[in-house]
């Protein structure tokens, strides 16, 4: 069984920017979900992605965007980016909403540092 | 608005004590409860997973307790090793386990 994966490990940007982070879900999994972890903090939640919908979004502006892919694997995408998204940022994939046991696993992160 | 509490911020113990993590929520209606493991710089490792009908859970030397009724977890380590130095996080589910809310975390060392 292969675990979540993120790419890349880590990335610097300059403000204004644009990035994409990209995650591959847990075999078996078809829902992925992605946070925010700013240094000191606990991760926020920015969206989930359920066969390649949006399925609930955060507290996040629209330069916060994300696609799901058939094979259930998904990119999250920050425009115009700011020093304030400076961040770890993670992937957690599960079985589909509402099943009974909801167990979310994550991905290693990426380190995003904006300059 | 759902908020997750965890004390204390931090704690130091000896090697070999048995210890306690609390974590607190403000709205009973959660789905589910998660408790993590973070290691610096890296991503959370899921100890245990408390269902909302249930009241603990067990893994080694980990036990986890939800007492939905009044907002608390609680995670106990038996016997603490130095391996087990970390930052620990709460996590509940809400809005039918979609999105995860956690708390700040307790960052755990445990001395030789």
């Known amino acids: 069984e292969t675990g979540v994966t993120q790419s890349p490990t880590h990335l610097i940007k300059t403000r204004g920017q644009q990035v994409t982070l990209r995650c591959s879900s847990q075999s078996g999994h078809n829902t992925v979900s992605w946070y925010q972890q700013a240094l000191g903090q606990g991760p926020q939640f920015i969206f989930q992605y359920y066969r390649e919908e949006e399925n609930g979004r955060g507290n996040f502006p629209p330069r916060f965007s994300g696609l799901q892919f058939p094979n259930y694997s998904s990119e999250l995408n920050v425009n115009a980016l700011e020093l304030d998204d400076s961040a770890l940022y993670l992937c957690a994939s599960t079985g589909a909403p509402g099943t009974p046991f909801y167990e979310q696993y994550f991905g290693p992160g990426t380190r995003l540092t904006v300059t | 608005k759902q908020e997750v509490t965890q004390i204390p911020a931090a704690l130091s113990v000896p090697e070999g004590e048995n210890l306690v993590l609390n974590c607190s929520f403000t709205?009973?209606?959660?789905?589910?409860l998660q408790w993590f493991r973070q290691d610096p710089g890296k991503g959370l490792t899921s100890l245990l997973l408390?269902?909302?009908?249930?009241r603990e859970q067990t893994s080694g030397r980990l036990n986890a307790s939800l007492d939905k009724s009044s907002g608390r977890s609680t995670l106990y380590i038996a016997a603490s090793q130095p391996g087990d130095s970390a930052t620990y996080l709460c996590?509940?589910?809400?809005?039918?386990?979609?999105?995860?809310?956690f708390g700040q975390g307790t960052r755990l060392t445990i001395n030789p």
């Open positions: 408390i269902q909302s009908s249930q």
């Open positions: 709205d009973s209606a959660i789905y589910n």
């Open positions: 996590a509940v589910g809400i809005q039918g386990a979609q999105k995860l809310v």
